[in-house]
């Protein structure tokens, strides 16, 4: 069993930044992959980034490429997602996600954060 358990999130205003943090518990294997997906009202859970065990890769969705970053402490298995420049349409409530490979499909990921959300005012 994997538990996530998420923090950082909260309100900003337009153009500033916030760092989210994920620490993972459990079998290692079922965290060689981990991700940040986020979900705004109405709508469905996107994939946002993710990062393999020790980092050597990391993947973006094209609406943040540039202004946030990925990046994991493999000894205390946490993943970090620092968030720059951030608008008004990245709110949403940010759930970090685990699985055994790389993945952008949320339907693939058995292990999920209790989410936090991020507020950017304009």
């Known amino acids: 069993q994997v538990q996530l358990v998420e923090s950082g999130g909260g309100l900003v205003q337009a153009g500033g930044s916030l760092r989210l943090s994920c620490a993972a518990s459990?079998?290692?294997?079922?965290?060689?992959?981990m991700a940040w997906f986020r979900q705004a009202p109405g709508k469905e859970r996107d994939f946002v980034a993710g990062?393999?065990?020790?980092?050597?890769?990391?993947y973006y969705a094209d609406s943040v490429k540039g202004r946030f970053t990925i990046s994991r402490d493999s000894p205390k298995n946490t993943a970090y997602l620092q968030m720059n420049s951030l608008k008004p349409e990245d709110t949403a409530v940010y759930y970090c996600?685990?699985?055994?490979?790389?993945?952008?499909?949320?339907?693939?990921?058995?292990?999920w954060g209790q989410g936090t959300q991020v507020t950017v005012s304009s």
């Open positions: 459990g079998r290692t294997l079922d965290t060689n992959f």
């Open positions: 996600a685990a699985h055994r490979r790389m993945s952008t499909d949320r339907k693939d990921y058995d292990y």
């Open positions: 990062i393999s065990r020790f980092g050597r890769s990391t």
